[in-house]
């Protein structure tokens, strides 16, 4: 049967459907950053500053920000993956993620670790190993996040054609500070599926993760004829 299902997708429709999703995405991301960059130049423009103060360099900083992240989101609509890019196949998600938790429970004997995921499949087409590096790492953020004694929760949610996971850790709060969290190559991977990622690692001994799948789905016909 899987093998079946593997033989029966066309990864051409694939890519176009993940290309949509993908670039739908991309529109929202430049929302954002276009809306500070041309609220702060208002300010300026209004005379609202004055010379250029500490208030103003604060202003400027943030236009200059969010002119980087136009220019990393402008590099990011070239890099749309071809065929050869991703690894696409049928992949239940939830087996996927039930075998990340449990891996990290064998290599933490320790840690709390408590998941909320739906039972049965959820299949997608995804780059299954791509995907599975990207909950590992952020797994892995979490476990790190937590270790001096917390807690670490996947929770995992359907919303017709899309899938959320959320990835928590809690540790108490001392004033050692959080370890840094780099979430680019999960970034990464989930754009070129179409989806995106979220990283917060609180100073309050909180850290939330939020992935976000869109689900490329296909109905497989029996390749078998009935008699």
């Known amino acids: 049967m899987e093998q079946a299902a593997k033989a029966g997708i066309d990864r051409a429709e694939a890519l176009r459907r993940i290309h949509s999703y993908w670039l739908s995405r991309m529109v929202h991301d430049f929302r954002g950053p276009i809306f500070t960059a041309r609220g702060y130049t208002k300010l300026l423009l209004d005379n609202r500053a004055g010379h250029v103060t500490v208030t103003q360099g604060e202003y400027l900083q943030n236009i200059l920000d969010s002119i980087k992240k136009l220019s990393d989101l402008v590099e990011a609509l070239q890099q749309f993956p071809s065929e050869s890019t991703l690894h696409l196949e049928p992949v239940n998600v939830v087996d996927l993620l039930r075998s990340a938790v449990c891996e ?72 050692s500070p ?3 969290v780099d979430a680019t190559i999960p970034n990464q991977i989930l754009r070129l599926h179409g989806g995106s990622v979220q990283v917060d690692a609180a100073r309050d001994g909180r850290f939330l993760a939020a992935l976000r799948l869109p689900l490329v789905t296909f109905e497989i016909e029996d390749p078998a004829p009935r008699r």
């Open 104 to 175: 990290w429970r064998l290599r933490e004997k320790t840690l709390q670790l408590i998941e909320t995921i739906p039972p049965g499949s959820i299949v997608a087409v995804v780059d299954e190993a791509k995907l599975g590096e990207a909950v590992h790492i952020l797994l892995g953020d979490a476990v790190e996040f937590s270790r001096s004694g917390g807690e670490v929760q996947i929770q995992v949610r359907r919303e017709d054609d899309e899938l959320t996971v959320k990835i928590l850790a809690s540790r108490p709060v001392s004033d």
């Open 178 to 180: 959080a370890p840094p």
